[in-house]
């Protein structure tokens, strides 16, 4: 079998293009295009992907060649088999030289429709555009000797975007083989837990069912160990099939578990946020209903993010960047109808840490050699998600959690433990049905006489899977989540050994893909936590501030969008100011050319033309005077006050105006 190749792709823009993002801005665009968090362009890997299966297609069309060679290289429409060895990995194109200011990167068009020569009535409409002489580029990974069809396919991708029948979207690309190898990381003899550390070089897109809906999906923030497992079985089983065929049952056992791979920040050690704690709204105060069943009253549930570590007497918390695109699901039926939907997945640049348990050491060496490079994990990973760079692999003897936060010696466990489900977990009874924690199931494990749950603090979800080999989703079981925490009283303090042995085996089912990893906390440590601090990146689910601000702009937009029809300006005058607004937002707050359309159509087009324009004008010129916390009725509010803001409020009433109550054309 012949080796991998990575092409550098290119796309230069040869016209204004807009990769659309299916989104608008309001008092903005009605047509956006796709930007990154910087606020530059880019182009997503499923669309590339899209433009390549479109010319390639015609590439064997006219040159004779098969079918079967556009199937292996870029699959079947809703194919879910795995890796033949064949299929194309890319990456989206991004903006090789990025100006200072991203705006720099981009033009507006206007446009309306016609009706026997007439402009219809609501059809104004803008659009934004990525001007053309600048280049794209990214990466795609092909067998070598499928190399020259790719090239030749690349080649032939000659317009991308959308309006190209009004002439933007015209590209020239290329690929061009990258000779530079890779760094290779020495594989691993033999250990009992690898711990690695993965940095997202692209989204990953790790689909929590539970919280999606039809056509919008959500994503976890952390890449599970199921997903690990399956990519490095797959690996193993399509790279090395001989020592996959020896090895395959403890591969495929409990003595081989994955455990989750969940976001770090800085030097700290990741642990689901704990749940069970309650604050004041000051966030002064911070308690856990954990330790005694009570909390102080007129407490709330505190924010601690998606992650956290302990530290003291202080839980450092965090969350996963994630972002979403919209994309186009075309009906494979024939019937040419298309449905957007919404994907959401774990930003690119970030770094997750996991570890994987072998009982068997002797099997590292072959599952460091996958962990090595380049992986591509969670779904889509075909359309430009889910690329992962492996900064780091080792050979360890413990989880880094087990002694920052657990029991490190027998005089610091007693009768009473704090059990944290690190992962979702949930035991089986006797008649083999979910049951959460089996207490006495728990107690035997621990070699103690008796255990029982005093408190806890539990979140539910349900949990399945999907079966490649048979093609369809696993029954969902119902388990406690991770984060839940449990003060299990004993009747007499278990031994060390016993508590490791439960965190290394782990509880409950579906071990082996990360299902059921536990910790004992320390309880000096837990009952000692009275601080959180918000560490770098996290946001706040809600900025009163802000929120009320908003409130006040949509107030004062409804009460004044009548003062625009009574001056009885038509939709597309409305629209062109908006333009001028926009304009004048672009450019720092520079008034000229506003000032002068105004001064125009006040006085120089005749009494008649300038009475209708006079309202309006009056409102313009009212804004840009007045301080913004005045006009919409926000003193004593933190709230950002310039020229620009100012405009900013003027264009979302022109929009909320020109769409829906302005006077005709």
């Known amino acids: 079998m012949s080796g991998q190749i990575t092409l550098r792709v290119t796309m230069e823009l040869l016209s204004d293009t807009i990769f659309g993002s299916g989104f608008s801005i309001p008092g903005g665009e009605d047509i956006a295009v796709c930007k990154d968090a910087a606020g530059y362009p880019y182009l997503k890997g499923s669309t590339l992907k899209g433009l390549l299966r479109e010319s390639l297609e015609n590439e064997l069309v006219w040159t004779g060649g098969r079918e079967d060679d556009l199937i292996a290289l870029l699959g079947e429409d809703s194919w879910s088999g795995v890796d033949d060895g064949r299929r194309i990995h890319l990456t989206g194109l991004t903006l090789e030289q990025k100006p200072a200011d991203p705006e720099k990167s981009f033009g507006s068009r206007t446009f309306t429709s016609l009706d026997s020569g007439v402009v219809k009535e609501g059809t104004l409409r803008t659009a934004a555009c990525i001007q053309g002489g600048q280049i794209f580029s990214g990466e795609l990974t092909c067998r070598e000797e499928d190399a020259p069809l790719v090239k030749n396919a690349l080649a032939g991708i000659k317009w991308a975007g959308t309006m190209r029948s009004r002439g933007f979207g015209r590209v020239r690309v290329q690929g061009v083989e990258i000779r530079n190898e ?17 940095r997202t070089e692209t989204p990953v897109l790790i689909t929590d069912l539970a919280r999606s809906r039809e056509n919008s999906y959500e994503t976890r923030g952390y890449i599970p160990g199921s997903a690990i497992r399956g990519m490095v079985i797959s690996t193993l089983a399509a790279q090395n099939p001989d020592w996959f065929r020896e090895n395959r049952t403890v591969l495929l056992s409990d003595d081989t578990r994955f455990f989750n791979a969940l976001p770090v920040v800085e030097q700290w050690v990741p642990l689901p946020s704990i749940r069970g704690f309650y604050e004041d709204k000051a966030e002064t105060v911070f308690e856990t209903v954990v330790k005694d069943g009570s909390f102080t009253p007129g407490l709330k549930r505190a924010r601690l993010g998606a992650f956290c570590a302990l530290d003291g007497d202080t839980v450092h918390f965090w969350s996963p960047a994630t972002g979403g695109s919209t994309r186009i699901r075309r009906d494979v039926t024939g019937t040419e109808e298309k449905t957007m939907f919404q994907t959401r997945g774990i930003c690119a640049g970030q770094e997750l840490e996991g570890y994987i348990l072998l009982k068997k050491p002797e099997l590292a060496e072959e599952i460091s050699r996958v962990l090595s490079d380049t992986v591509w994990l969670g779904a889509d990973r075909y359309e430009g998600f889910g690329k992962c760079e492996v900064l780091q692999r080792e050979a360890i003897d413990l989880p880094a959690w087990i002694d920052s936060y657990g029991c490190r010696t027998q005089a610091e466990i007693g009768s009473t433990l704090y059990l944290l489900a690190l992962s979702p977990m949930t035991m089986l009874d006797g008649a083999g049905d979910p049951c959460g924690i089996d207490t006495d199931a728990l107690a035997r494990k621990l070699g103690i006489g008796r255990a029982e749950i005093r408190f806890c603090s539990t979140s539910m979800a349900e949990f399945g899977g999907y079966n490649r080999t048979w093609k369809c989703r696993n029954p969902a079981v119902r388990m406690y989540d991770q984060g839940s925490i449990f003060q299990i009283v004993c009747d007499r303090a278990p031994a060390l050994e016993a508590l490791r042995s439960v965190e290394a085996e782990g509880l409950g089912i579906r071990l082996a ?141 022109f929009d909320y105006s020109r769409k829906g109550n302005a006077g005709k054309e």
């Open 182 to 198: 890779p760094a290779k990381i020495p594989a691993i003899p033999s250990a009992s837990y690898i711990r690695y550390r993965l």
């Open 513 to 653: 893909e990360g299902f059921g990893q536990v910790l004992f906390l320390r309880k000096e440590l837990f009952e000692g936590l009275r601080r959180k601090h918000a560490e770098k990146g996290e946001k706040r689910i809600l900025d009163k501030e802000g929120a009320e601000i908003r409130r006040k702009k949509y107030i004062w937009v409804m009460e004044n969008s009548a003062r625009l029809s009574s001056g009885k300006l038509s939709r597309s005058q409305i629209g062109g100011i908006q333009s001028l607004c926009e304009k004048a937002i672009a450019m720092g707050g520079d008034l000229t050319e506003l000032m002068i359309y105004l001064e125009k159509n006040l006085t120089g087009r005749g009494a008649r033309h300038g009475a209708r324009f006079r309202e309006t004008a009056r409102l313009i010129q009212g804004v840009l005077e007045t301080p913004l916390p005045t006009t919409i009725g926000a003193e004593g509010i933190r709230c950002e006050d310039s020229t620009v803001e100012r405009l900013r409020l003027l264009c979302l009433l």
